[in-house]
């Protein structure tokens, strides 16, 4: 089994949709989680650290249900912008910095 | 600011030659990683230097790879030979700490074919 695994996609929804990415992770020490952003061909980025509080950023909103071992991640009014790999990421206590991807989610937002 | 910076960007080899793959990190970053991501499977980390340390070198799939960073600037993962299976995009990543907390910042990748 996968330590973090993600919905296969791809999502193909058009401009305005709501879109939610789901995630769970198997690890109960993961300890930082993380929502990064891939365009085609492009390094991974940062788009958003998720709290167990939830946090949000303008469209984006983040949460994090550590019974649960689930992270969400929520695009509201999407954008043609928005089309991209959605990475699902997870860093465990006592391993430093090494960060475990989710194998991504490919979003196409079409006009 | 410059950011993380790789080269070549992209690299096609024979089975059993050898590449070197390099990495500048920004400036001032002492945490240094190393992912890859073949086809069709999520990245998955290599190692991690601090300065010139190597921190956790868990995720080096065998000894044909090597990778260094004397001095603690740049950073080269050498494979040697190469085989099929490494062909993939080689990830570099910085950090100004190491902590759980620190955010990477990733190079463009190192796109690898061997044939």
């Known amino acids: 089994r996968k330590e973090v695994e993600q919905d296969p996609g791809p999502f193909n929804v058009p401009e305005g949709a709501t879109v939610a990415f789901n995630c769970t992770y198997s690890?109960?020490?993961?300890?930082?989680f993380f929502w990064y952003r891939q365009d085609c061909r492009k390094e991974p980025k940062l788009l958003m650290s998720?709290?167990?509080s939830g946090n949000e950023d303008g469209r984006f909103t983040a949460q994090l249900n550590r019974a649960s071992q689930y992270i969400s991640l929520l695009i509201r009014d999407s954008k043609l912008s928005d089309s991209a790999t959605y990475l699902c990421?997870?860093?465990?206590?006592?391993?430093?910095?090494?960060?475990?991807f989710g194998q991504g989610t490919e979003l196409s937002v079409k006009p | 600011e410059a950011g993380v910076t790789q080269f070549p960007s992209h690299s096609v080899i024979e089975k059993g030659q050898t590449v070197t793959l390099r990495c500048d990190p920004i400036?001032?970053?002492?945490?240094l990683y190393w992912y890859r991501r073949v086809m069709g499977k999520e990245i998955k980390f290599l190692l991690h230097?601090?300065?010139?340390?190597?921190?956790?070198e868990s995720g080096m799939p065998n000894n044909r790879f090597l990778a260094e960073r004397t001095g603690g600037t740049y950073s080269t993962l050498k494979v040697q030979p190469a085989e099929l299976e490494d062909s993939g995009v080689y990830f570099c990543?910085?950090?100004?700490?190491?902590?759980?907390?620190?955010?990477?910042?990733f190079g463009p990748g190192t796109r690898l074919t061997v044939l």
């Open positions: 400036s001032g970053h002492d945490n």
């Open positions: 990543a910085s950090s100004q700490g190491g902590s759980l907390y620190n955010e990477q910042f």
């Open positions: 990421v997870v860093n465990n206590y006592n391993q430093g910095g090494k960060l475990i």
């Open positions: 690890n109960s020490a993961s300890q930082s």
């Open positions: 230097f601090v300065k010139e340390s190597k921190q956790d």
């Open positions: 998720v709290y167990s």
